[in-house]
Protein backbone atom coordinates (compact mmCIF):
# COMPACT_ATOMS: atom_id res chain seq x y z
CA UNK A 1 0.00 0.00 0.00
CA UNK A 2 1.03 3.04 -0.87
CA UNK A 3 -1.25 5.65 1.56
CA UNK A 4 -3.27 8.26 0.65
CA UNK A 5 -3.45 9.34 -3.45
CA UNK A 6 -5.24 12.41 -4.80
CA UNK A 7 -6.22 12.11 -8.14
CA UNK A 8 -8.02 15.20 -9.62
CA UNK A 9 -9.46 14.57 -13.25
CA UNK A 10 -10.10 18.19 -14.08
CA UNK A 11 -8.23 19.02 -17.61
CA UNK A 12 -7.04 21.84 -16.30
CA UNK A 13 -3.67 22.05 -14.52
CA UNK A 14 -3.57 23.06 -10.90
CA UNK A 15 -7.12 23.65 -10.81
CA UNK A 16 -9.57 24.67 -8.12
CA UNK A 17 -10.99 21.01 -8.00
CA UNK A 18 -6.92 19.73 -7.85
CA UNK A 19 -6.38 22.37 -4.77
CA UNK A 20 -9.79 21.32 -3.20
CA UNK A 21 -8.96 16.78 -3.50
CA UNK A 22 -5.30 18.15 -2.84
CA UNK A 23 -6.66 20.45 0.98
CA UNK A 24 -8.96 17.03 1.27
CA UNK A 25 -6.20 14.82 1.20
CA UNK A 26 -3.48 16.67 3.38
CA UNK A 27 -6.19 17.41 6.16
CA UNK A 28 -7.08 13.55 5.64
CA UNK A 29 -3.43 13.07 6.09
CA UNK A 30 -2.93 14.77 9.06
CA UNK A 31 -6.11 13.42 10.91
CA UNK A 32 -5.26 9.67 10.78
CA UNK A 33 -1.34 10.20 11.00
CA UNK A 34 -0.91 9.16 7.73
CA UNK A 35 1.91 10.97 5.59
CA UNK A 36 0.89 13.56 3.00
CA UNK A 37 -0.29 12.50 0.03
CA UNK A 38 1.37 11.83 -3.33
CA UNK A 39 -1.11 13.74 -6.10
CA UNK A 40 -1.72 12.63 -9.44
CA UNK A 41 -3.07 15.76 -11.50
CA UNK A 42 -4.43 14.14 -14.31
CA UNK A 43 -3.92 17.38 -16.34
CA UNK A 44 -0.21 17.03 -16.88
CA UNK A 45 -0.57 13.71 -18.32
CA UNK A 46 -2.21 15.24 -21.88
CA UNK A 47 -2.23 12.83 -24.25
CA UNK A 48 -0.30 10.11 -23.07
CA UNK A 49 -3.32 9.24 -21.05
CA UNK A 50 -4.05 7.51 -24.51
CA UNK A 51 -1.09 5.33 -23.92
CA UNK A 52 -1.27 3.11 -20.70
CA UNK A 53 1.81 1.77 -21.35
CA UNK A 54 3.49 5.15 -20.93
CA UNK A 55 6.29 5.23 -18.03
CA UNK A 56 4.09 7.88 -16.20
CA UNK A 57 0.56 6.67 -16.65
CA UNK A 58 1.41 2.80 -16.05
CA UNK A 59 3.39 4.71 -12.45
CA UNK A 60 0.07 6.42 -11.80
CA UNK A 61 -2.39 3.34 -12.21
CA UNK A 62 -0.24 1.50 -10.14
CA UNK A 63 -0.25 4.22 -7.26
CA UNK A 64 -3.62 4.15 -7.68
CA UNK A 65 -4.15 0.85 -7.73
CA UNK A 66 -1.97 0.10 -4.19
CA UNK A 67 -2.98 3.12 -2.59
CA UNK A 68 -4.93 2.90 1.61
CA UNK A 69 -7.08 5.61 0.68
CA UNK A 70 -7.82 7.53 -2.30
CA UNK A 71 -9.41 11.35 -3.06
CA UNK A 72 -10.88 11.50 -6.59
CA UNK A 73 -12.07 14.53 -7.99
CA UNK A 74 -13.64 15.79 -10.90
CA UNK A 75 -15.19 19.10 -12.24
CA UNK A 76 -18.58 18.87 -14.20
CA UNK A 77 -18.69 18.36 -17.26
CA UNK A 78 -22.28 17.74 -19.58
CA UNK A 79 -23.67 16.30 -16.39
CA UNK A 80 -21.15 13.97 -14.94
CA UNK A 81 -17.30 13.64 -14.10
CA UNK A 82 -14.71 14.78 -16.83
CA UNK A 83 -13.52 12.91 -19.35
CA UNK A 84 -10.08 12.90 -18.62
CA UNK A 85 -10.78 10.78 -15.24
CA UNK A 86 -12.98 8.34 -17.41
CA UNK A 87 -10.09 7.41 -19.68
CA UNK A 88 -7.77 7.39 -17.11
CA UNK A 89 -10.08 5.41 -14.74
CA UNK A 90 -10.63 3.01 -18.21
CA UNK A 91 -6.90 1.50 -18.00
CA UNK A 92 -7.95 -0.69 -15.27
CA UNK A 93 -10.14 -3.80 -15.39
CA UNK A 94 -13.61 -3.58 -14.48
CA UNK A 95 -12.68 -4.52 -10.51
CA UNK A 96 -9.34 -2.57 -10.79
CA UNK A 97 -10.60 -0.42 -7.69
CA UNK A 98 -11.25 -3.40 -5.28
CA UNK A 99 -11.61 -3.18 -1.73
CA UNK A 100 -10.00 0.52 -2.62
CA UNK A 101 -11.36 2.94 0.19
CA UNK A 102 -11.87 6.24 -2.31
CA UNK A 103 -13.26 9.71 -1.34
CA UNK A 104 -15.11 11.27 -4.31
CA UNK A 105 -14.81 14.83 -4.35
CA UNK A 106 -17.06 16.93 -7.12
CA UNK A 107 -17.18 20.59 -8.44
CA UNK A 108 -19.82 22.06 -10.38
CA UNK A 109 -21.61 25.21 -11.32
CA UNK A 110 -24.63 24.68 -8.79
CA UNK A 111 -25.36 22.18 -6.40
CA UNK A 112 -27.44 19.88 -8.21
CA UNK A 113 -25.42 19.73 -10.62
CA UNK A 114 -22.45 18.68 -8.25
CA UNK A 115 -24.77 16.21 -6.42
CA UNK A 116 -25.87 14.34 -9.91
CA UNK A 117 -22.25 14.20 -10.80
CA UNK A 118 -20.95 12.72 -7.56
CA UNK A 119 -23.81 10.39 -8.06
CA UNK A 120 -22.12 9.29 -11.44
CA UNK A 121 -18.87 8.75 -9.81
CA UNK A 122 -19.96 7.10 -6.80
CA UNK A 123 -21.60 4.53 -9.50
CA UNK A 124 -18.60 4.24 -11.15
CA UNK A 125 -16.33 3.69 -8.46
CA UNK A 126 -18.14 1.36 -6.66
CA UNK A 127 -18.60 -0.89 -10.37
CA UNK A 128 -14.96 -0.77 -10.11
CA UNK A 129 -15.31 -2.57 -6.58
CA UNK A 130 -13.84 1.03 -4.14
CA UNK A 131 -15.76 1.12 -1.04
CA UNK A 132 -16.72 4.82 0.15
CA UNK A 133 -15.97 5.38 3.55
CA UNK A 134 -18.76 8.10 3.83
CA UNK A 135 -20.72 10.29 1.62
CA UNK A 136 -19.12 12.24 -1.30
CA UNK A 137 -18.22 15.74 -1.45
CA UNK A 138 -20.49 17.94 -3.87
CA UNK A 139 -19.13 21.37 -4.39
CA UNK A 140 -20.43 24.53 -6.10
CA UNK A 141 -18.16 26.77 -7.63
CA UNK A 142 -19.13 29.66 -5.16
CA UNK A 143 -18.24 27.69 -1.75
CA UNK A 144 -15.00 27.00 -2.83
CA UNK A 145 -13.74 31.08 -1.15
CA UNK A 146 -13.36 29.11 1.98
CA UNK A 147 -11.93 25.75 0.80
CA UNK A 148 -10.50 25.21 4.54
CA UNK A 149 -14.12 25.46 6.06
CA UNK A 150 -15.54 23.32 3.07
CA UNK A 151 -12.47 20.62 4.20
CA UNK A 152 -12.78 20.85 7.65
CA UNK A 153 -16.96 20.29 7.77
CA UNK A 154 -16.24 17.29 4.89
CA UNK A 155 -13.84 15.48 7.02
CA UNK A 156 -16.12 16.19 10.54
CA UNK A 157 -18.80 14.10 8.45
CA UNK A 158 -16.91 11.40 7.34
CA UNK A 159 -14.32 11.07 10.50
CA UNK A 160 -16.30 8.05 11.78
CA UNK A 161 -16.45 6.03 8.32
CA UNK A 162 -12.49 6.95 7.90
CA UNK A 163 -12.04 5.25 11.69
CA UNK A 164 -11.26 8.36 13.39
CA UNK A 165 -13.05 9.21 16.59
CA UNK A 166 -14.98 12.45 17.09
CA UNK A 167 -12.87 15.21 18.85
Known amino acids: MSGIVVLSGDPHPDSRTARLATGIGTSTAQLI?????????????????????????????????????????????????????KVFLDCFPSDGLAGRPALSVVVSAT???????EGHLHALLAEMGATTPGPG???????????????????????????????
Not at 51 to 71: F, G, K, M, Q
Not at 144 to 165: C, E, H, M, N, W
Open 33 to 85: GARPPEVIDLAEYGYRLLVPEAEEVSRAIENVRDADLLVIATPTYNGTFSGVL
Open 111 to 117: PGRAEVA
Open 137 to 167: LAVAEDQLVQPDVLITGYLDRVRGALGVPAH
